[in-house]
């Protein structure tokens, strides 16, 4: 078990030390050897764990993937439980790119994109919890309409679905094209409350 947990230890090292070189210079700068200096190992040793550098950069992006888990969860923490509402719009609001390491990862994502269609190993993890999240999306809007909050012309399947491509979109546009977080926040937000508005902002109204 220990020696397992090391192994588990020294990639995730070596995934930092990539990410650290795609803050500073884009996903072009990065190389077995460029990692193995990074992370002030050799390189055997980073050979040892990736035998290519998209077997590097697909264990990073699950280590991303990881630690953008955990500052959902920590959002949450402070959340009402059993709140799916509020779990959306953290999960929405995580994908948006207010953290620069989730911008990173959204910039390796767009450059891994391109050959998710004949590598199957890469759709995968470009696709990874896509399923559940999506569910979740529609879910909120479903309980919202089911609750009266929203009028008929509102489809759940089609609406939580838009939701979830907005949020990607606007995380690209930030990442890439410069769109300031707090417009972007404000344009999910708006599309967030007219199809899954707060209960309580709801409530106020009536």
Known sequence: MP???DHEQNRTVLSRAAWDLIARGGLES?????????????MGRVQYYFATKDDLLLY???????????????????????????ALVAVLDELLGSDPETRDA???HLAFAARAREDERLAEVLVEGDDELLALAVHVVA???EAGR?????????DGQALWVLARG??????LYRLPIERARAILAHAVARVAPDAKAHGSHD
């Open 150 to 158: 929203v009028g008929p012309d509102v489809d759940p399947s089609l």
């Open 143 to 145: 309980s919202a309409k």
């Open 3 to 5: 020696r397992t947990a």
């Open 106 to 108: 959204i910039r390796v």
């Open 30 to 42: 990065v190389s077995l050897r460029t990692v193995a200096a990074q992370a002030g190992v050799s």
């Open 170 to 175: 606007l995380g690209t546009d930030v990442a």
């Open 60 to 86: 990073a992006l699950r280590d991303a993937h990881r630690r953008m888990e955990q500052r959902i969860a920590a959002r949450l923490s402070i959340e009402p439980d059993d709140d799916p509402r509020a």
